[in-house]
């Protein structure tokens, strides 16, 4: 390039540089648009959520002028259909999974200057989504924007508020600030102001100098902010743009180039000064701006000007303004009057019309921005400032006039809208609470206006109710109003340690949380809050010493927390009752940032103190509260009534307000509060309780809220006023419902109501001090001790249990319900409820027994109850529980029936309840109902019942049941023994077995369940209804308004069901349910590993503490009744609950101490279990036996220890311990038959180490002793080895089995272990439903039972042995005792056991029936009864004799419905050969298996080839197909094979005679067949002339069904069959098949046609035209075949005869349709009968010869067949 041109350019370069610099100084502060864009935010949401990375880049981008928005928007994850939805709901886009993104946006459009208004913009956007011409007319600008957009983080650092002030203060300076930006929601938001904001926004809109002479084209706005009319008078509020100064005096609008009619868009924020006068306006002024530079031309130019005043009769002026534009400059004193008032001699813009178009918009928390609550404050501060006349709008309202336009304005206040009143609404409350306790003094006269303050509080509060649904808690109470109550509200008069009450003392904070304070916080701040134990303050979680620091602690915050609130005063978060309602994290933030702000709206010192200096009357805000509710009446009454929460909390706050700024917190509880205001509060509670009475029925869920909230009230009371007097109100209460109790046919909602009343007050975290546990049972002076709880705490527990009448401290009688009133309640609830005879309440129990169960669980986590002394005190204050407890024994839940022990011994049936005289709870049922502590005599009975004869007890449900039993053992566990053990003293034999009872049933609820069922529990869990109800719940209620009611109404009906009330679930409870651990498996969908670990740690530690609880009870028992003479009977009770604990999963820990207890009971009454309780010695043996193959080698000594012990305590007591030789063998046997988990190992030590006793007790060294340990420990090892195997086999039943046979058959000489392994088998028999044998097992039994019995005893009806037996089975005859070897049964120890006597025997026989009837053997089951039916009619008894006739009626009528015996599948049988060395014992051996029935080959054979196979190898397993005889030598050595063949059974033709019916067909088989076809050359299978048959008959040791499910096969015979007589065979059953479809009744006509195709159809290879042309054509040259051939000719005659009916009968049964087909069978018939007739009438001479004498030859053609037999 020439250096000229390169000069050039630098010069037009430097040009243009200077042009630009002369521009940017002249026109620099102007703006224009000049371009646009848009960028759909959802797509951006969904996109960057959907895309799972940290960041996301997102590009927009086109370069062509095309709708570059709809094509990125279709590429986008967002399909078209859901976009257009999407926009429509603000809550559509879903911003959980909202991940980081940056977008690049390349899209722009030049903006043009006439295109500018809303409108056209949405045109814009409408445009974009569907791609029209219109955009392609757009100029598109090559421009990059690139914007972040991230989730905002929980707490932002470095933020600054729409004000621009910092939340915090700034560390470092340097950092980028978070801006946080004022929302403007399009739903009102409902949230009270706690923050001073006074905020105005500016909208220029647009303007019209169309009609406006000159020049006016490139228009701009200047807005100022005036305080005045001179122009210096602009204020610097207006908030700069960014990287501007923080305020500026003015704003300019964008110009639009040469637009006389230019559209605005800016916004204009304004801080509006805290007090504004009459001269404060907005001036707008309206320049031209020359663009070039011209001489003598300004830059600007004005063209216009116009205003808007900011105070119209005192009210902020905001909304849409279309102003005149003035020409001029205007006037002086112009900013009072608007610009719409045509002021004289000014020029205006086109005639004085509206040209400029703007809004104004305030976010203010000084100007209401509502004409009612603007009037009301107005009226207010008038009054308090003492200036008449008011201005307010257009009135003046002067002094005289004021009282009635004051109650006028406060009526008013329900007009105004709701959103304001929520803003306002602490400074609104304060207001009228201020009117209540200072009644204004207008024109000299005090002017009362309570009870219109108190109309209007009503009136607000149930409309923020009513309208604001979401916002409440569970208990239906408005977050809004509990957190007024908590942080807000304070006595109007209240500002102590402030002598100059003002704005940086504690007296400014009377009404806004905000206040200017100093930096550093009064040390009153650092109080936690959630300490304070305020009445409506649950959260106990300090522990105030006494209800009066208590008070001091509600106070302690003195009122400075109340910054807290701006947190969580909105929002639907549902704190629990009264508690903070604002999380710490919030509050702390909120208070520093309070501290670093000044607030200009202050309740200046003067108000105060021309407030406390003029007024003369001074009310106390409680009393007047409580007198204008017991005097309002009407709307205001029911309004009141349905919020009555707020007023009571209001009313118990500003009590104890009272009391701490009076000083009166120390003085006498009785001269707190005057008689007039206690009379009220008793007026108020009595008229509350007939209103809950009255209204329960109509209105359920108001009268739920309204006795929730005076049980809380009361509750709270019992903090601040005279027990005494509180203790009278609950019985005033009392008294109400149980008179309307006795009205009622279904008390239970009305008593649930009473529940929930109940258990709040007894929440009271002194509950225990109010129900003095220290004094004795005698009348107290005074229910209201005032010491202080602190001092009667400590004094309290150290009085001595004097020895009073102990009956009283265990029933509720009236001395104890006078003395410890609340837990006498508490108890009087629950027995009245648990008693069976009330009718309708069983609801209620899940409900009342969660009251106790959570009381007692309080009480035992209280630090301040630790102390056991004290304990026991708590304890004696539920003592009766153990009796009312003791009542519903046959009601709770059996848990003892999941176990495989016998169920719960009820020792008392349920007549003795009834006869049972003095019962526990005497006249408790009456008095609970009166309330009264005087039991009234005259109503001893029910009040709800008039008697029915039987019981029927509704039982508890399980959860029900623990909790009751939970709360038994813990009183068992925490009172004084010596009262207790006075107590049993005085109970009788039953009321003591009824307490044994109750401990056993304990032992099984609380028995450790082990891992895997809390992992079962936790899988379950998901599925429960009540969590999936609960979700749908919480999904429906998502959206407000009608659907939300609906729910909340259906939800109210559920909450009315008998189970209990709205507020009477867990959740509500105010003490703490830590405790509780068990119960709170449903609370989480899934737990962890760690959670379940835990749970089954705690559930471990649970079942140890119970059992030991358990056992120091039953050691008082014992001391108890050692010394009384009717101590069997209980001991065996405590026996029984002992081993029944033994029998339990139990930890090491208690079995140490069980061990002990039992060692103590048997040294200390040895008789009583050698001789009363045989029975509880076999378990006892049985027991220790278990333990002594523990894996825990403490539990092992303790158990061999133990089982020695016994040993030498029997052999001392009689020099013979056959008894328990025989229990402990029996024991072993029985554990090794049916325990799966059990260790042989460890049993062996514990054997060793028994024999090491024996071997080291001195003292009986010289007796036979040892030797018989000896003897015994080796009988035992001999078990334990049949035990190995048995272990090895476990997985093959058969073997199995075989091997219980063989040890049962071990046993002949022993019956009782005999008997133990038969039951054994029958157990397993019956875990594999294999009913038949297990029956076989039990009749076995039976039969040995009746041989040792008809030695022992000889009674004519009972079975002689067995013989009586031998028709239910021919196998019976092996039970019988006749060989030498038989032990006389009067030997000691011998047939000892239970079995062996007349009822044991009718058990085992009852059982076997049952067995038989399950395996569908009903004949079986006659033959079983015709033994039992003689012993019940020896012994009358008629009731089992009619139970057994119906059981036969039942087994007959089942033989004649399944007479066919299809219906009853006996069973399918298979020979089964093993053959290989592998197989043992099995090698070579033959079985018949019985298999259940319809079991095919291949089932049978898979089954055991999958068993051996596991066993030794799949390749070492063979099945032999075919049923040949097995070459051993053929087969390899190094295999196992099975061969397994199906068989029938087979009869000999003699045999059918007798066996008629399916059952005699199926029963006693002994014999079986099976068929296997050869040829002679080798083949299976050949041409008819050369088939041959093997049928095979095996006969067995034993008959089916027998003992075991396989039987040896002891012989073998074979029938080889010729070719003729497979024919004759084949055509045989041919003809019996024709024959039995011809005459089946009903008919079958496809089974009939079918068989019918099989005879005569042409197309039948090897049919029976083809038997007769090999056959019969011929004459046979052998003349022993001559019988054969006649035989099958005759044959064949009648299978045409057959054929002929089955026609007939097929012609009969056929519709139109099969007449072809039947021509057609019959042509074929001919056609075969014409074939066959040459054949069958050819007769042989020689079988026609006269008759000759009968030769030996006529034998050989009988049983022709070759035959050989094989043995």
């Not at 049964?1709 to 056609?1727: A, F, M, S, T, V």
Request: hydrophobic letters at 35%.
């Amino acid at each position: 390039m020439l250096p000229s041109s390169v000069l050039q350019n630098k010069e037009k370069l430097e040009k243009l540089k200077s042009q630009a610099d002369q521009f940017c100084q002249r026109l620099g502060k102007y703006r224009m648009p000049f371009a646009w864009t848009a960028i759909h935010l959802m797509n951006i949401v969904s996109s960057a959520g959907s895309l799972e990375r940290d960041s996301t880049e997102v590009e927009i981008s086109t370069g062509e002028r095309k709708g570059s928005w709809s094509e990125r928007r279709n590429s986008s994850i967002v399909g078209r259909r859901s976009l257009e939805r999407t926009t429509s709901g603000d809550d559509a886009c879903n911003l959980t999974s909202f991940r980081p993104a940056t977008l690049t946006v390349t899209n722009f459009f030049k903006q043009e200057g006439d295109r500018l208004s809303d409108e056209d913009l949405y045109k814009f956007l409408a445009d974009m989504r569907r791609p029209s011409s219109v955009l392609r007319r757009l100029r598109p600008i090559t421009a990059q924007l690139k914007i972040d957009i991230s989730p905002a983080p929980e707490n932002p650092h470095y933020c600054l508020t729409p004000e621009l002030l910092q939340v915090k203060l700034y560390p470092d300076s340097r950092v980028r600030p978070t801006r946080e930006i004022l929302e403007f929601p399009a739903r009102d938001v409902y949230v009270p102001n706690t923050t001073y904001r006074n905020l105005l926004y500016v909208y220029p809109q647009s303007l019209n100098f169309a009609n406006r002479q000159g020049s006016a084209r490139n228009i701009t706005v200047k807005v100022q902010f005036m305080y005045g009319e001179d122009s210096s008078n602009a204020m610097p509020v207006i908030f700069g743009k960014s990287s501007c100064s923080e305020f500026s005096k003015e704003a300019y609008t964008a110009v639009v180039y040469h637009n006389r009619s230019p559209d605005f868009h800016e916004e204009i924020k304004v801080k509006l000064p805290a007090t504004l006068t009459d001269h404060h306006h907005l001036l707008f002024t309206f320049y031209h701006v020359s663009c070039q530079q011209k001489q003598n031309t300004p830059l600007e130019t004005p063209v216009g000007y116009t205003w808007i005043p900011m105070l119209q009769n005192g009210r902020l002026k905001t909304g849409q303004f279309c102003l005149p534009v003035s020409l001029e400059k205007p006037p002086q004193a112009y900013s009072v009057l608007s610009p719409e008032v045509p002021l004289p001699g000014m020029k205006w813009v086109d005639n004085h019309k509206g040209v400029f178009n703007v809004e104004v918009v305030a976010v203010s928390s000084i100007h209401t921005q509502d004409p009612y609550l603007d009037k009301f404050f107005a009226l207010v501060n008038a009054l308090d400032e003492h200036m008449f006349p008011v201005r307010i709008g257009d009135m003046r309202i002067m002094e005289n006039n004021l009282e009635n336009e004051l109650k006028s304005s406060i009526s008013a206040l329900n007009s105004s809208q709701l959103e304001p009143v929520v803003r306002f609404l602490h400074l609104l409350l304060d207001k009228l609470i201020l009117l209540v306790v200072r009644p204004p003094v207008i024109a000299g006269q005090i002017v009362n206006l309570g009870q219109a303050s108190f109309e209007a509080m009503a009136s607000i509060i149930n409309r923020l109710h009513k309208n604001l649904e979401g916002n409440h808690d569970q208990h239906g109470r408005n977050s809004l109003l509990a957190s007024y109550i908590y942080y807000v509200f304070r006595l109007p008069n209240t500002y102590p340690n402030s002598p100059s009450p003002g704005p940086g003392g504690l007296g400014g904070s009377v009404h806004y949380a905000t206040m200017a304070r100093s930096a550093v916080r009064p040390a009153s701040l650092n109080l936690n809050r959630s300490r304070s134990l305020s009445n409506s303050n649950p959260d106990i979680s300090g522990t105030p010493t006494s209800p009066d620091d208590e008070v001091r602690s509600i106070i302690g915050s003195k009122g400075l927390d109340r910054s807290n609130s701006w947190v969580n005063t909105g929002g639907p978060k549902a704190a629990p009752w009264g508690s903070n309602p604002s999380p710490s994290a919030e509050s702390t933030q909120a208070m520093d940032r309070s501290c670093n702000r000044m607030s200009s709206h202050t309740e200046t010192s003067s108000f105060l103190q021309t407030l406390t200096g003029r007024l003369p009357t001074k009310k106390l805000f409680h009393e007047e509260l409580a007198l204008q509710w017991v005097v309002c009446s009407g709307s205001v009454r029911e309004a009141a009534l349905q919020q009555a929460w707020f007023f009571f909390e209001l009313m118990v706050k500003s009590m104890v307000h009272h009391l701490y700024f009076n000083d009166k917190l120390d003085a006498p509880r009785k001269n707190r509060f005057p008689e007039r205001f206690m009379d009220d509060i008793a007026a108020l509670v009595s008229t509350i309780a007939s209103d809950i009475v009255s209204r329960f029925q109509k209105d359920i869920e108001m009268v739920e809220r309204l006795n929730t909230s005076l049980a809380f009230f009361l509750n709270d009371l019992l903090s601040v006023m005279d027990r005494g007097f509180v203790f009278s109100l609950i019985k005033s209460y009392y008294k109400q419902v149980s008179s309307k109790l006795y009205s009622l046919p279904n008390p239970s909602v009305l008593v649930s109501l009473r529940l929930d009343f109940l258990r709040i007050i007894c929440s009271h975290e002194h509950y225990v001090t109010l129900n003095l546990p220290c004094s004795l049972l005698t009348p107290p002076a005074s229910p209201s001790p005032s010491v202080s709880s602190a001092t009667s705490q400590s004094s309290g527990f150290s009085t001595n249990v004097q020895d009073q009448k102990i009956a009283n401290m265990f029933e509720l009688s009236v001395p104890f319900r006078q003395q410890h009133y609340l837990a006498g309640l508490v108890l009087t609830e629950l027995a009245v409820i648990l008693d069976p005879d009330a009718e309708g309440l069983f609801g209620l129990h899940k409900k009342v027994i969660n009251m106790v169960h959570n009381l007692l669980s309080s009480h035992d986590s209280d630090p301040r109850y630790s102390d056991p002394q004290i304990k026991a005190r708590v304890a004696m204050l539920y003592l009766p529980l153990i009796g009312i407890i003791m009542e519903t024994v046959p009601q709770l839940y059996d848990f003892t029936e999941t176990h495989n022990q016998r169920g719960r011994p009820i020792c008392v049936a349920t007549d003795d309840y009834e006869s049972e005289s003095g019962s526990m709870i005497s006249q408790t049922v009456a008095m609970a109902i009166a309330g009264t502590s005087v039991p009234q005599l005259t109503r001893p009975g029910s009040f709800l019942l008039t008697s029915t004869g039987g019981r029927q007890h509704t039982t508890f449900s399980a959860e029900s049941s623990r909790s009751l039993l939970i709360c038994l053992l813990w009183v068992l566990k925490n009172a004084d023994e010596t009262v207790l053990q006075k107590w049993f003293t005085d109970l009788s034999v039953l009321q003591l077995n009824r307490l044994l009872d109750l401990l056993y049933l304990c032992v099984s609820c609380f028995e450790y369940k082990g891992k895997k069922v809390f992992e079962r529990m936790n899988s379950l869990t998901f599925k429960k209804s009540k969590d999936m109800r609960a979700k749908l719940e919480e999904a429906i209620l998502g959206s407000i308004g009608a659907r939300q009611e609906m729910v909340r109404r259906s939800r109210g009906q559920l909450e009315r069901s008998p189970s209990g009330s709205a507020f009477g679930s867990q959740e509500n409870l105010r003490w703490r349910k830590d405790m509780t651990h068990w119960r709170q498996n449903t609370e989480k969908l899934d737990k962890s590993r760690a959670e379940i670990e835990h749970e089954a740690l705690i559930d471990g530690n649970l079942a140890t503490e119970a059992n030991l609880i358990i056992l120091d009870t039953l050691e008082i028992v014992v001391q108890t009744v050692s010394v009384t003479e009717s101590k069997e009977s209980i001991l065996g009770g405590v026996l029984k609950v002992l081993l029944h604990s033994m029998a339990c999963n139990q930890s090491a820990v208690y079995l140490q101490h069980c061990f002990a207890t039992q060692r103590a009971l048997v040294s200390k009454f040895p008789e009583l279990l050698f001789e009363e309780e045989t029975e509880q010695c076999a378990d006892l043996c049985l027991r220790l036996l278990r333990h002594c193959s523990s894996s825990i080698s403490t539990i092992r000594s303790h158990a061999s220890a133990s089982l020695y012990l016994l040993m030498r305590q029997n052999f001392e007591i009689g020099n013979n311990f056959a008894r328990v030789k025989m229990q402990v063998t029996m024991s072993l046997s029985s554990l090794v038959g049916t325990s799966q988990n059990f260790n042989e190992e460890f049993l062996r030590r514990s054997l060793k180490t028994i024999l090491t006793y024996a071997e080291e007790d001195l003292e009986l060294r010289e007796t036979t002793f040892p030797d018989q340990v000896q003897d015994l420990v080796f009988n035992l090892h001999m078990i334990l080895s049949d035990t190995v195997k048995m272990k090895e086999h476990q997985e093959d039943p058969e073997m199995l089995i075989d091997l219980m046979y063989r040890i049962a058959k071990g046993y002949q000489t022993s019956p009782d272990l005999r008997l133990t392994w038969l039951q054994n088998m029958a157990g397993k028999h019956s875990e594999r439903s294999n009913h038949a044998e297990a029956a076989q097992c039990l009749v076995h039994s039976a039969a040995l039972v009746a041989e040792y019995l008809s030695m022992l005893e000889d009674r004519k009806y009972l079975p002689v042995g067995c013989v009586t037996f031998q028709n239910i089975s021919s196998n019976v005859l092996e039970e019988s005792a006749v060989s030498d070897d038989v032990v006389s049964p009067d030997e000691e120890g011998i047939c000892s056991g239970k079995y062996f006597t007349e009822s044991g025997l009718v058990g085992l026989l009852e059982q076997a029936a049952a067995s038989f009837s399950m395996a569908g053997m009903y004949e079986a089951v006659n033959e079983v009864y015709k033994v039992l039916i003689p012993i019940h009619e020896a012994n009358r008894d008629a009731k089992k004799l009619s139970t057994i006739h119906g059981k036969l009626q039942e087994a007959f009528s089942k033989i004649v419905h399944q007479s066919t015996g299809w219906e009853r599948m006996f069973g399918t049988y298979f020979r089964v050969g093993f053959y290989g060395t592998k197989f043992g014992d099995l090698d070579e051996q033959e079985f018949v298996y019985k298999e259940p029935a319809i079991t095919k080959l291949a089932e049978i054979s898979h089954r055991l080839e999958g068993f051996y196979g596991e066993r030794f190898g799949e390749d070492v397993v063979e099945v032999i197909k075919d049923s040949n005889l097995v070459d051993k030598c053929k087969l390899d050595p190094n295999k196992a094979y099975i061969q397994i063949t199906y068989v029938e059974p087979y009869f000999d033709t003699y045999e059918m005679k007798d066996r008629i019916t399916y059952f005699d067909k199926n029963y006693n088989l002994r014999r079986f067949m099976y068929c296997t076809p050869f040829t002679l050359d080798g083949r299976a299978h050949g041409e008819l002339h050369e088939q041959f048959k093997r049928k095979t008959i095996l006969t067995t040791s034993h008959a089916f069904p027998y003992i075991k499910t396989r039987v040896n096969v002891t012989h073998k015979e074979e029938i080889i069959l010729t070719p003729i007589e497979v024919a004759i065979e084949d055509m045989q059953k041919k003809t019996q098949e024709l024959a039995f479809a011809t005459h089946q009744d009903p008919a079958d006509p496809k089974m009939l046609q079918m068989v019918l195709q099989g005879s005569v159809g042409t197309t039948v290879n090897q049919g029976p035209l083809e038997v007769a042309q090999v056959f019969l054509s011929e004459i046979p040259s052998d003349p022993k075949l001559f019988r054969h051939h006649n035989k099958l000719r005759l044959c064949f005659k009648d299978f045409t005869k057959r054929c002929e009916d089955a026609l007939r009968k097929n012609k009969s049964l056929i519709g139109p349709d099969q007449k072809e087909y039947q021509r057609e069978l019959e042509r074929n018939y001919h056609r075969l009968k014409e074939a066959l007739q040459p054949l069958i009438n050819r007769k042989i001479p020689q079988l026609y010869k006269a008759v000759l004498p009968v030769t030996c030859h006529r034998d050989s053609f009988s049983r022709m067949s070759l035959r050989k037999m094989d043995l």
